[in-house]
């Protein structure tokens, strides 16, 4: 045998190694997967979904912190600090967000005395709790994030999405070793053919977004590096707070010391940091206000303009004072970035993978790119079973058959089943009444009820039906949202577009762009049923006629 010959022989065994590790570690990862992208693709519009989500937003006006004036500010800071020194005197930390354009109220948030995080919203004008009838308590599109890279899972979520990301990695580099003809299948799709129209579909879209996936998976790993690669920091610091003070340039976090101690006029700390950065600030933190260890954080305001184009975005500046002296510790001027530094490449690795740096024209072009590999992800799963209900490999001997329907029911749960949960989000927001307790928390359970509720009907029908009824569903969620939304909040498309509120606007289209192409997926499932039903009988008159 020639030399020529057993390298030919030892490709062919490589590329068939690696398309055993394609075809099962993708079809492992590839449910979680799913969900990671879409939800991920989903959440590249988390502030306009959040828009959505709150329509009372508007009965309390509207505010431009860039025309604000340091009297307005003021006067936030003084009722928000009124509000936690009454409420929460001796909590763990404070949080006052002063009026923002996406907010035109005062945010607080506070640990209780049950370390659970409490948020109040209070009335820029009258510095009142805002009233339930006002107010939507939701998570809006911060709930695509968060399942995005935690699965609301805190930080055994976010080793989940790290474990899951690297075999995406592994599946991407196998997925191009065996595919020889990689650029040609991206111009091939051949529709009516079954697998290979499967095929085509799970190649064209692997091809399309392939780039946008190496980069938007290592970048996820990158974000979480000092969680995934703790090695390097436990070897080198006494504590992870001290490496983050060393990253951060910042002042070390200072433990409790439990002797009590009264925390300034935040008001003064307000104004001394506006003098300082030069600019507005829009936020103040303090780390344990009533002991004698208190420090106040002051943050300036974001401004947008400035940052749009940048992947390595200006500090909005920075102020810490102690809390109980008055004493400033530290200063992070605004405008400013170091060049030079490690956290600078990771915070460009950042801007990156939330595509925050070009408006909404990149994350369109993110939404795009992700639906492509979420479609490459539920393309693969339905191909494994496609291929083995045409002929059986019989990969685990007399239980095979049930393997086979395991893996199908969580395929249509997976795929069709999340598609349900993420559109009766919505519905979830326009129906839960606005005065449950923990308001929020009961939206983000009910998604998952939902999906939950969608694997058990995956395993009691027949897939065939499964696929048609969960499909269908969504379609009609997707089509009947903009007359949910009317009827529970009197809003609608034409108001919108007459208000100019171009992010309700483009949400509901974009609902209603699904519901249409759920209700083609539908029609195509249908035809494929009845010609399948068609042909058997077919075969069946047949057989009966030559008997």
């Given at each position: ?31 979680a997967?799913?969900a ?12 306009a ?14 505010f ?29 930390f ?10 035109p ?5 506070w ?9 109040r ?22 709930h ?7 699965f ?41 053919k ?48 001290s ?16 002797i ?15 003098a ?12 344990h ?40 510790i ?31 024209t ?44 395991a ?49 058990l ?11 048609i009824?969960q499909l ?21 498309l034409?108001?919108?577009?007459i ?16 519901g ?32």
């Amino acid at each position: 045998m020639s030399k020529s010959t057993d390298v030919s022989i030892e490709q062919g065994r490589f590329r068939q190694s690696m398309a055993w590790l394609h075809t099962w570690g993708s079809l492992v990862a590839s449910w979680a997967l799913f969900a990671i992208f879409l939800t991920g693709t989903i959440g590249v519009f988390d502030d306009a979904i959040t828009h959505w989500m709150t329509p009372e937003r508007a009965l309390i006006g509207e505010f431009d912190p860039a025309t604000s004036t340091q009297e307005q500010r003021l006067d936030a800071v003084t009722q928000g600090e009124n509000f936690l020194r009454k409420v929460a005197p001796q909590s763990h930390f404070w949080r006052i967000r002063l009026p923002s354009e996406a907010d035109p109220a005062i945010g607080l948030s506070w640990e209780d005395d049950n370390a659970e995080v409490q948020q109040r919203r209070l009335h820029p004008v009258s510095g009142e709790i805002i009233p339930d009838q006002q107010q939507r308590e939701t998570q809006g599109g911060h709930h695509f994030v968060h399942m995005h890279f935690e699965f609301h899972a805190g930080m055994t979520g976010i080793w989940l999405v790290g474990f899951f990301t690297m075999i995406m990695l592994v599946a991407l580099v196998s997925g191009i070793i065996i595919h020889k003809r990689i650029f040609k299948d991206f111009f091939t799709f051949r529709s009516g053919k079954g697998q290979r129209s499967w095929l085509d579909a799970h190649n064209a879209s692997s091809v399309l977004s392939l780039p946008f996936q190496l980069m938007i998976a290592y970048s996820g790993l990158v974000i979480f590096v000092s969680i995934y690669m703790p090695a390097g920091v436990l070897a080198n610091y006494d504590k992870p707070q001290s490496f983050f003070a060393e990253v951060f340039n910042q002042p070390e976090h200072r433990p409790e010391t439990g002797i009590e101690a009264d925390v300034l006029l935040l008001t003064e700390l307000f104004k001394q940091s506006e003098a300082l950065m030069e600019k507005p600030g829009s936020f103040i933190s303090v780390e344990h206000p009533g002991d004698s260890s208190a420090v106040a954080k002051i943050f300036g305001l974001f401004e947008q303009e400035k940052n749009t184009g940048r992947l390595l975005f200006l500090s909005s500046g920075q102020v810490i004072f102690d809390a109980v002296t008055g004493e400033m510790i530290h200063i992070e001027a605004p405008e400013t970035f170091d060049k030079s530094s490690a956290f600078a490449a990771q915070r460009i690795m950042r801007t990156l993978h939330f595509a925050n740096f070009g408006g909404y024209t990149v994350r369109w072009i993110y939404f795009i790119l992700g639906m492509a590999g979420t479609i490459m992800m539920a393309t693969g799963a339905i191909l494994f079973m496609v291929k083995r209900r045409q002929k059986s490999l019989n990969e685990f001997g007399t239980q095979t058959p049930k393997v086979y329907r395991a893996i199908e029911v969580l395929n249509i749960s997976a795929i069709s089943g999340l598609m349900i949960a993420c559109v009766a989000y919505f519905w979830v927001n326009r129906l839960l009444p606005l005065d449950v307790p923990e308001r929020a928390s009961w939206e983000i359970k009910l998604f998952f009820f939902i999906w939950l509720g969608s694997l058990l009907h995956a395993a009691l029908r027949p897939a065939s039906r499964a696929w048609i009824e969960q499909l269908s569903t969504f379609s009609t969620l997707c089509l009947l949202l903009p007359i949910l939304n009317w009827l529970t909040t009197g809003q609608h498309l034409i108001s919108y577009f007459i208000e100019g509120d171009w992010l309700n606007v483009g949400l509901e289209l974009t609902v209603v762009l699904f519901g249409v192409l759920g209700v083609c997926c539908v029609k195509i499932l249908k035809s494929k049923q009845h010609k399948a039903a068609s042909r058997k009988s077919s075969s069946y008159k047949t057989k009966s006629e030559a008997a």
